[in-house]
């Protein structure tokens, strides 16, 4: 397993205890870093880079989604990138931060008649892909960035979550 350094931060009630949270994180973005470094060549610092993961509720991610991103609104994650780096390339030390809305996860889910844990590693491994460089502005982008993460929660052991789906993720 790729190692990452995560740092996790709780700021909710409802969401599991953080040692349980930093192991299925671990495995979450171990795997994700591990498919990215084997099959897709992206390269890793020597020092395992280090990722924050923040645990909120919808009032805080639509703060901060107004503040960053001018959409007065909760969401589902944010990806705070701590350096620019394209895909493909050397990130920094630092990956970033990751901030997921539980409510958001939780509703989400059951809408796409998914377990809370399945959805939840997409968001994570959606999330890590972007501090790596990602995005899906333009459907060029999303196409690349879908595919990597279909195949990175294939090797998980889950489905295609864009399979039958009008839901892609919102720019």
């Known amino acids: 397993m790729a190692e990452l350094d995560i740092q996790i931060s709780i700021e909710n009630i409802g969401w599991p205890e953080e040692e349980t949270l930093l192991a299925f994180c671990g495995r979450v973005l171990g795997a994700a870093a591990v498919y990215l470094r084997d099959s ?4 890793f610092p020597t020092m395992p880079p280090e990722v924050s993961l923040v645990f909120t509720d919808d009032a805080s991610i639509q703060d901060i989604n107004a503040e960053w991103r001018g959409k007065d609104k909760a969401t589902n994650v944010l990806s705070f990138p701590a350096f620019p780096v394209q895909p493909g390339k050397m990130p920094g030390p630092m990956l970033g931060d ?3 809305a539980r409510e958001t996860v939780e509703r989400e889910a059951h809408e796409l008649e998914k377990s809370f844990d399945d959805h939840l590693t997409h968001l994570l ?4 892909l972007h501090l790596l460089g990602y995005d899906h502005m333009n459907s060029a982008e999303a196409e690349i960035m879908e595919g990597l993460e279909t195949r990175i929660l294939a090797q998980l052991g889950l489905s ?3 399979e039958g789906q009008d839901l892609k993720m919102e720019p």
């Open 160 to 162: 295609d979550p864009y």
């Open 98 to 100: 990751i901030i997921i």
């Open 40 to 43: 897709e060549k992206q390269p």
């Open 125 to 128: 491994v959606h999330g890590f």
